[in-house]
C-alpha cells in the first residue's frame, strides 16, 4: 500500500468517527471546520471538542479582520468550579481564571429560602445586580449607623470595602445575583467571617469584651457549616429596619431597572454610578438590552478596564488593541468578558432573543467615547482625508450618542 493511499484511509475512518462523534453531540450537523472561505483554512480530520468550538464560531473561523495575539477576554461561570452548602452555592471568575481582569472579580450566587450569607466583611469594595428573587441584605456604617433592605430583581447594593454585611434568600424561592469586586485577586473563600473570628479569639477574652461570663462561649459553629447556611425565612421587615439610633444616611441599594433607560430603536442602556447612587463610589455600571439584529456601537471607555457579566441572549463582541490587534470573541448568558482600558469595541446580538448584559468599571463615574459622534463633530475635510468615504457616509454620521444601534 503507498504512503498516499493509507493516509486517505486512516483520514476517511478519522472523518467517520468524527461525524459519528458530532452527530452524537450535536444532532446530526456536521462538525464546525475551520475554513471561513474556501481556500482558507481546512477541514479538522481530528475533531475536539465540537460542541464547544460550535460555541466559539468566531475563534475557530475569526473575520478577516482579525489579527495577532490577545490575551483571552472571556470566561464562562460554566467552566468555574461550584462551591455547595446547606443555603445554596457559588462560583467565582477572578484573575485566577481570566488572567487579564487585575481590576475586578465576579461571584454568582444562589441563596435557597431562608439561606444565608454569613455576616463577614472584607477589604474590596461589593457591587451587586439581582438576578433572580428577593433577599434581605443588612450593613452598618462606621458612624454606628445601621442598614437593612429588601432588593429585587434588577436591584443593586454597595457595600464599601471594610463595611460588614450579610445576604439572605427570601421567599418563595430565594434568590440569585451577581457580585462584582473592585480586585481581580478576590476570593469569595476567603472573607472575614463572623464565626470564624469567634472562633479564634480566647473565651476569656470574648467574656471581657461582651460583659458576660466566658462559659458562654465555646459552641460557635465551625465557619465551614456557616458561610452560605440554611436558615428559617424571616418574617417581614418590620422593627429590624430602624436599629440604631438613627439609618444609614447614604443607601447601600438603588433600583438600577427602575430607572429612565437611554432608548433607541434597537435597545436600551441604563447607567448607574456615582452621580446617582453614591454609595457606589468605586463602581459604575451600565445595564444593556439589544433587540436582535442590534448592536452595542463601536466606542470605547477613557477611564478604566471594562468587566462584563451577559445576563441572556447570544452576543459577539470584536476589541481593537492598536497596532493592528483584533480579536472577536463569542458570549452565552453565563459568560464573563473583559475589555481591556482604553481598547475599542463592539458588542452585537447574533442570536434570536434579546441580548442582556452589564459593563461594569472600577471607577466612580461612567463615561464613554462614540465613533460615529467622535467623526460627527470632527472638521469634514479633516476626515474626508483620512478615511477616503463619499459624502454619503459623512451625511450618516450622528452629532448624539447613539448607543444601540440601528438607532
Ligand atoms: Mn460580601
Ligand atoms: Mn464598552
Known amino acids: 500500500m503507498s504512503e498516499f493511499s493509507r493516509r486517505d484511509i486512516l483520514s476517511t475512518a478519522v472523518a467517520a468517527g468524527a461525524v459519528i462523534t ?18 482558507v483554512g481546512g477541514a479538522d480530520p481530528v475533531p475536539g471538542d465540537v460542541v464547544r468550538e460550535a460555541q466559539n464560531p468566531d475563534l475557530l473561523n475569526p473575520p478577516a479582520t482579525d489579527s495577532g495575539t490577545l490575551p483571552n477576554l472571556r470566561f464562562s461561570f460554566a467552566d468555574a468550579h461550584v462551591r455547595q452548602s446547606s443555603g445554596g452555592w457559588t462560583r467565582q471568575v477572578t484573575a485566577r481564571e481570566l488572567g487579564v481582569s487585575k481590576s475586578i472579580a465576579g461571584v454568582n450566587m444562589r441563596l435557597n429560602a431562608g439561606g444565608i450569607r454569613e455576616l463577614h466583611w ?22 454606628g449607623r445601621n442598614f437593612v433592605d429588601d432588593v429585587g430583581v434588577g436591584d443593586l447594593w454597595y457595600f464599601p470595602g471594610g463595611v460588614p454585611h450579610s445576604i439572605q434568600g427570601l421567599g418563595p424561592d430565594g434568590c440569585e445575583f451577581l457580585l462584582v469586586f473592585d480586585d481581580g485577586d478576590f476570593d469569595e473563600d476567603s472573607t472575614f467571617l463572623l ?14 469584651n461582651f460583659g458576660v461570663p466566658a462559659t458562654l462561649f465555646g459552641h460557635t459553629p465551625d465557619p465551614r457549616e456557616l458561610y452560605i447556611f440554611k436558615a428559617p425565612i424571616p418574617g417581614p421587615l418590620g422593627p429590624d429596619k430602624l436599629m440604631g439610633a438613627e439609618p444609614a444616611p447614604q443607601s447601600f441599594s ?28 468605586n463602581i459604575a455600571a451600565a445595564l444593556v438590552e439589544v433587540e436582535p439584529g442590534g448592536m452595542r456601537e463601536l466606542h470605547w471607555h477613557p477611564n478604566t478596564d471594562e468587566w462584563q457579566y451577559y445576563i441572556s441572549g447570544q452576543a459577539r463582541m470584536g476589541v481593537f488593541a492598536a497596532n493592528g490587534q483584533a480579536r472577536t ?49 470632527t472638521p469634514r475635510d479633516l476626515l474626508k482625508v483620512h478615511l477616503n468615504l463619499d459624502q454619503q457616509f459623512a451625511d450618516a454620521l450622528r452629532k448624539t450618542k447613539a448607543p444601540i444601534v440601528p438607532a
Open 195 to 208: 464565626s470564624d473570628w469567634f472562633k479564634h479569639v480566647p473565651s476569656e477574652v470574648l467574656g471581657k
Open 22 to 39: 458530532a452527530t452524537a453531540a450535536q444532532s446530526a450537523e456536521s462538525p464546525p471546520e475551520p475554513s471561513r472561505a474556501p481556500g
Open 254 to 281: 438603588h433600583h438600577m431597572l427602575a430607572q429612565e433607560p437611554i432608548r433607541t430603536k434597537s435597545g436600551t442602556v441604563r447607567i448607574t454610578d456615582s452621580s446617582i447612587f453614591p454609595a457606589s463610589k
Open 122 to 143: 472584607h477589604k474590596q469594595a461589593e457591587w451587586s445586580y439581582m438576578l433572580y428573587g428577593t433577599a434581605r441584605i443588612t450593613a452598618i456604617d462606621p458612624e
Open 329 to 377: 470573541f463569542d458570549f452565552l448568558g453565563g459568560d464573563v468578558g473583559y475589555v481591556p482600558f482604553a481598547m475599542g469595541h463592539y458588542i452585537e446580538n447574533t442570536g434570536s432573543t434579546a441580548l442582556r448584559f452589564l459593563e461594569v468599571f472600577k471607577s466612580s463615574y461612567y463615561a464613554d467615547l462614540s465613533l460615529n459622534q467622535w467623526l460627527a463633530l
